[in-house]
């Protein structure tokens, strides 16, 4: 089952290389846009919803679920073909561009977006995971010092901006990782 879920995330990937969607249908086309309905929901709650409005949003944290997924299959000893490999890497690639741009979050947040820490980390774990897997030639290494620099720019930035002593915890960063 898990060697079938990787492959059919593997799919629905190649449908939007290099960016990963959340939400995809199960043939691995791209989610269903979110309407309201005029009704009324249990005990009156409302809006009532079909669908997922997080189909629309960006949420930088499934680059890291990916990139671990594929590594997980690796140790496996199911090794990463090149074609999958290829596509990995421009993943990696395009993680490195958008990592500083703010998302919605693993809470897909309707009033955002913002600079989250976890959505960091995830991108960071992206690129770990990539180097991870072009040391062992399952993904060309052609970029990965670029990879490298740009995850110790992620850690950096999280280590500087991902902690608030008054607060006591990390939830959001506010600061904009132009560094």
Partial sequence: EAESLFWWFMHATTLTDPEVRVLYQLDGGLGTSESTLPLSGYRGSQPV????????????????CLLETARLYSDGHRPI???????????????????????????????????????KVMCWVALDRAIALADRGEVPARHRQQWQQEADSIRAYVELHGWSDALGFSARVAADPQV
Avoid: K, T
């Fill in 49 to 64: 919803r079909v669908g997922n409005g997080a189909v629309d949003q960006s949420q930088w944290d499934i680059y890291g």
């Fill in 81 to 119: 073909d090149g074609d999958i490999g290829a596509m990995l890497g421009r993943i990696a690639d395009h993680v490195c561009r958008i990592w500083r741009q703010p998302d919605s979050g693993i809470w897909e947040v309707r009033n955002g977006p913002f600079h989250f820490v976890h959505s």
